[in-house]
């Protein structure tokens, strides 16, 4: 998967990269939240030095927001409502669909999951929903390769290369103000940290860490795991019992139940509490929770691997491992419209 593609319900907030949240969803070998330590940037407000064995560590030590519930289908909704109302991209509703399990508790999920809430409660007006997507103003074209993210103050600006509109977004809206990291990709957080210096830490369930020269936030719980702080290590995504070793201990499942070492701490999971009807099963050489159906595959940013078409006002595509269809008029939604490889519904308002 590759950076800067469209990842999101909002049909225009761009991920630095396509790796999940933590392993048990991706089933890498990872030891919970990917943390980036090729961050670059100066020390903010909030940030305290700590030493430890002759080495400085900068930690955060100010106030972390709230992450709200992130709905699934909200989730469907909103990838609905912003596929219907932005012709402009002729990606997969899978695409939109598939990125959930991929973004929730993740900074990039905090976003997604407040502009899904503003695009379920707006009326049936495509100007309304388009607002959702940049910060009440109606989303301008723009150049992928040529348009660099950018922040002005709070606000979040990038260029969708799915639908070659600005996407806005106000990162105070979840508690954190605009940063653009070392990567070039602009995103929402707490403030800038260094390469290899500072440490990441635990708030209850929310981890704080560095991401590109960022400071940023996951919530472990919505993983179905716990923050867990060891002396003088980096705070980690894990199960909440005692320290194991995978490669000897391995992980089981009993039906959607995720059991063993995760993270480097023995624990369980619901996978069906993770993401709604998902179970648990192999993933990556390993056990995680994955969906529960068999019949097709859908990625964020990739799509799935199968054609999307209409059938009766409904879009066949890709839903949770079953090749599924969703009618629009369930969703207050018009016409179902075939564009080739995929499908979408139309506004019908």
């Given at each position: 998967?590759?950076?800067?593609?469209?990842?999101?319900?909002?049909?225009?907030?761009?991920?630095?990269?396509?790796?999940?949240?933590?392993?048990?969803?991706?089933?890498?070998?990872?030891?919970?939240?990917?943390?980036?330590?090729?961050?670059?940037?100066?020390?903010?407000?909030?940030?305290?030095?700590?030493?430890?064995?002759?080495?400085?560590?900068?930690?955060?030590?100010?106030?972390v927001p709230e992450v709200a519930p992130f709905d699934k289908n909200d989730h469907l909704l909103s990838c609905l409502r912003t596929r219907a109302c932005t012709p402009e991209n002729p990606q997969q509703l899978a695409t939109c669909i598939a990125a959930y399990a991929h973004v929730k508790g993740r900074e990039?999920?905090?976003?997604?999951?407040?502009?899904?809430?503003?695009?379920?409660?707006?009326?049936?007006?495509?100007?309304?929903?388009?607002?959702?997507?940049?910060?009440?103003?109606?989303?301008?074209?723009?150049?992928?390769?040529?348009?660099?993210?950018?922040?002005?103050?709070?606000?979040?600006?990038?260029?969708?290369?799915?639908?070659?509109?600005?996407?806005?977004?106000?990162?105070?809206?979840?508690?954190?103000?605009?940063?653009?990291?070392?990567?070039?990709?602009?995103?929402?957080?707490?403030?800038?940290?260094?390469?290899?210096?500072?440490?990441?830490?635990?708030?209850?369930?929310?981890?704080?860490?560095?991401?590109?020269?960022?400071?940023?936030?996951?919530?472990?719980?919505?993983?179905?795991?716990?923050?867990?702080?060891?002396?003088?290590?980096?705070?980690?995504?894990?199960?909440?019992?005692?320290?194991?070793?995978?490669?000897?201990?391995?992980?089981?499942?009993?039906?959607?139940?995720?059991?063993?070492?995760?993270?480097?701490?023995?624990?369980?999971?619901?996978?069906?509490?993770?993401?709604?009807?998902?179970?648990?099963?192999?993933?990556?050489?390993?056990?995680?929770?994955?969906?529960?159906?068999?019949?097709?595959?859908?990625?964020?940013?990739?799509?799935?691997?199968?054609?999307?078409?209409?059938?009766?006002?409904?879009?066949?595509?890709?839903?949770?491992?079953?090749?599924?269809?969703?009618?629009?008029?369930?969703?207050?939604?018009?016409?179902?419209?075939?564009?080739?490889?995929?499908?979408?519904?139309?506004?019908?308002?």
């Amino acid at each position: 998967m590759t950076p800067g593609d469209d990842l999101s319900a909002a049909e225009g907030i761009d991920a630095e990269n396509g790796e999940e949240f933590v392993e048990i969803v991706s089933g890498n070998d990872s030891n919970g939240v990917e943390i980036d330590w090729n961050a670059d940037g100066d020390a903010p407000d909030g940030i305290d030095a700590m030493v430890e064995e002759e080495r400085q560590w900068a930690v955060f030590d100010g106030e972390v927001p709230e992450v709200a519930p992130f709905d699934k289908n909200d989730h469907l909704l909103s990838c609905l409502r912003t596929r219907a109302c932005t012709p402009e991209n002729p990606q997969q509703l899978a695409t939109c669909i598939a990125a959930y399990a991929h973004v929730k508790g993740r900074e990039i999920g905090i976003v997604l999951q407040w502009v899904a809430a503003c695009v379920v409660a707006a009326p049936q007006d495509c100007e309304v929903i388009r607002g959702c997507l940049a910060n009440g103003d109606q989303p301008e074209p723009c150049s992928p390769l040529e348009t660099l993210d950018r922040c002005e103050g709070s606000i979040l600006y990038q260029c969708s290369r799915a639908s070659s509109l600005t996407f806005a977004f106000d990162c105070a809206n979840v508690g954190m103000s605009c940063f653009v990291g070392t990567d070039g990709r602009a995103r929402c957080g707490l403030g800038r940290c260094r390469q290899g210096e500072f440490l990441s830490t635990c708030k209850g369930n929310i981890i704080v860490f560095c991401d590109g020269g960022v400071i940023t936030i996951a919530d472990c719980a919505a993983a179905g795991l716990f923050c867990v702080e060891e002396e003088g290590e980096p705070a980690k995504c894990a199960g909440g019992g005692e320290p194991c070793d995978e490669a000897e201990v391995g992980r089981s499942c009993d039906g959607e139940l995720l059991s063993g070492c995760l993270g480097g701490r023995m624990g369980q999971v619901h996978c069906s509490e993770v993401v709604a009807g998902w179970i648990c099963g192999p993933a990556n050489g390993t056990m995680g929770c994955v969906p529960p159906g068999n019949e097709c595959q859908a990625y964020p940013l990739l799509g799935s691997d199968i054609n999307e078409s209409c059938r009766d006002g409904c879009v066949v595509t890709c839903f949770d491992g079953y090749i599924a269809e969703i009618c629009c008029d369930d969703y207050g939604l018009g016409e179902c419209v075939d564009l080739g490889r995929a499908a979408r519904c139309s506004p019908g308002w």
